[in-house]
């Protein structure tokens, strides 16, 4: 139980009270700036638990500044005109102090809030409930600004509701966290398996008839659950509270075994056939790993590591560690390269409090994410777009390079 309110406790609390069970809820996603990353707020120790529950951590830049917490996703309560935006982006400012938490600036808060709505749907200030005054809840109503009053148990009581907004173009910071949470955060941990006839599988299982787990496992990979998610990724399919679809690029999987094989079962035993083989997928089966490329290039993150080697080529050089390739990453689009490449629990080390890339930091194998330089490194080689694959070796990751087969600019 806090006996002040510092900052750090009134974004936790608010965090979770907007976005409670996150990692258990699909389309959500949240993230918390890197000025909170800091040992010390004032002359405050942060508690490690404080700085756990406002994980992960990244530097998002609006036009307006930098919100305290940046969502997708529609919270539980608290939403006025609800229906007007199924997964709305949602910017929260956090107002609290050290010593005295009724001495919170809650109206600076509200109007920090409200310059964050061209870019964002729901605004939010949130600030020790002491510190609510009616002044400061008829500023909020005027400016449609959510307030969330944080007690000094750290439970929270919506003082006023939030009404949704018509946000204007978003940010690529923003389209980062629309990205991750679209994703149902699968790029959490490891990016599932390695080979991309396991993606396609899942589709295929999918549209097969029947027990789609025991189809997959019995013609693709035992491994089912990094199958579905793989596909789910890579939006083959849907995965709604009333079972699994297959999305529009889905169809065109199973279209597409209709014409290589002629029927869905028939290319299923093909693919059985392919189990255990280490050919790259491009010499084992070059019209399936066009397919499978195609789809990998509407994946954002392909997008970006495309470009990176393009511009890399481009300049005379052809190939990159992979610190190199998070440090370019990051000067087109630091947000998805953080979220692509850092891992969740080392963002505080690779990113300064201020959002920078801190450049020490990137000879430390532990701050990347092992399913990017492994798995999903894999499947940009067997598809046909890198000249080389990964490694599950972290220390052999740092030197393993990034290089296009074919770049544009030959």
């Known amino acids: 139980m806090a006996a002040s309110l510092p900052e750090p406790v009134v974004l936790a609390a608010a965090k979770d009270a907007l976005y409670p069970e996150i990692e258990n809820r699909p389309r959500r996603y ?3 700036d890197t000025q909170f990353t800091v040992d010390l707020w004032g002359n405050w120790p942060v508690p490690a638990s404080v700085r756990d529950r406002l994980m992960p951590f990244n530097a998002i830049r609006l036009s307006s500044g930098e919100p305290d917490l940046l969502g997708v996703g529609l919270p539980p309560d608290g939403v006025l005109n609800a229906r007007s935006a199924s997964d709305p982006v949602v910017a929260v400012e956090a107002k609290g102090h050290n010593t005295a938490p009724e001495k919170a600036d809650i109206s600076r808060g509200i109007e920090q809030a409200h310059s964050h709505l061209p870019e964002a749907n729901l605004g939010y200030v949130a600030a020790p409930m002491e510190s609510v005054t009616q002044t400061a809840r008829s500023l909020a109503r005027e400016l449609n600004i959510g ?23 978003f940010s690529t910071g923003i389209e980062a966290l629309r990205f991750q949470a679209s994703t149902h955060q699968l790029t959490a941990g490891s990016f599932p398996v390695n080979h991309p006839k396991n993606f396609l599988g899942y589709a295929l299982a999918l549209a097969a008839g029947g027990d789609t787990a025991d189809i997959y496992a019995e013609n693709v990979i035992r491994d089912v659950a990094s199958g579905r998610r793989g596909a789910i990724l890579l939006n083959l399919v849907d995965p709604r509270s009333d079972g699994e679809y297959l999305t529009h ?39 399936w790993a066009q397919l499978a490329r195609s789809i990998a290039m509407q994946y954002e993150p392909t997008q970006l590591i ?3 080697l393009e511009q890399t080529h481009a300049g ?12 370019r990453a990051c000067e087109l689009n630091k947000p998805l390269a953080i979220e692509v490449f850092i891992t969740t629990g080392e963002r505080e080390n690779a990113l300064t409090p201020d959002g920078d890339l801190d450049e020490t930091q990137l000879d430390n ?42 770049a544009v600019s030959l």
């Open 30 to 32: 949240a993230v918390v």
């Open 147 to 169: 307030v969330l009053g944080v007690r000094t148990d750290e439970s929270v009581g919506i003082v006023e509701p939030a009404r949704v907004a018509g946000a204007g173009e």
């Open 249 to 287: 690029l889905g169809a065109e999987v199973v279209r597409f075994a209709h014409q290589q094989s002629g029927s869905v079962s028939a290319a299923l035993t093909r693919f059985s056939e392919w189990t255990g083989k280490r050919t790259r997928f491009t010499e084992l089966a070059p019209r």
């Open 306 to 308: 495309v470009d990176v």
């Open 316 to 327: 005379n050089s052809r190939a990159v560690t992979l610190s190199e390739l998070v440090t």
């Open 365 to 406: 194998p532990a701050i990347y994410k092992s399913g990017a330089y492994f798995q999903f490194k894999a499947q940009l080689y067997h598809v046909g777009l890198l000249t080389s694959g990964g490694t599950d070796n972290g220390e052999q990751a740092l030197s393993n390079e990034w290089q296009l087969e074919h």
